[in-house]
């Protein structure tokens, strides 16, 4: 044991993790990112059973045939389930307070045989309530393109 540590006391350390890197989604997702900046929602499509993935995937869950195929979704959905989330992990990498709780849902998009996570405006939500995409081409983060939904009007 090193000085300063008891037996039966473990170690620990607090670190602040606030790494800055870059890194590609790779050439397959590219696809579904150019997507977004045209204002369209790309799903993958399996060959083998027809299950429609968003998000998108290259190998098949059920079947693991190779998806290739790509569509095009509508910009509406349903909520299938959501929490409210009242805090979120800040940039030293330690949770915040929230100004305004956020809703996150998940949202099975028409067409689509699989649901996505994402921030849902409007503060509140309701299983089975229709929602709309919301795409920002403009987006500074490739990742922050998907922006999140809006209450179907």
């Not at 299950?51 to 693991?64: A, G, K, Q, T």
């Not at 509508?74 to 389930?81: I, K």
């Not at 805090?87 to 689509?112: C, R, S, T, Y």
Request: aromatic content about 8%; some cysteine; proline content about 8%.
């Amino acid at each position: 044991m090193g000085p300063g540590i008891e037996v039966g006391q473990v170690p620990r350390a607090a670190l602040p993790i606030n790494p800055a890197f870059q890194w590609s989604v790779g050439n397959w997702m590219d696809h579904f990112y150019d997507g977004l900046k045209e204002g369209k929602l790309l799903a993958s499509k399996c060959p083998g059973c027809a299950r429609v993935y968003l998000p998108p995937r290259m190998i098949c869950e059920r079947c693991f045939t190779k998806c290739e195929e790509w569509v095009e979704l509508p910009e509406t959905g349903t909520v299938e389930s959501y929490t409210v989330a009242h805090v979120k992990v800040g940039a030293n990498g330690e949770f915040e307070e929230l100004p305004q709780p956020e809703v996150i849902a998940l949202v099975k998009q028409d067409g689509a045989d699989t649901c996505v996570a994402a921030r849902l405006q409007g503060g509140s939500a309701s299983v089975g309530m229709k929602v709309k995409v919301v795409i920002d081409p403009e987006a500074e983060s490739f990742v922050n393109m998907l922006a999140g939904y809006r209450p179907a009007e």
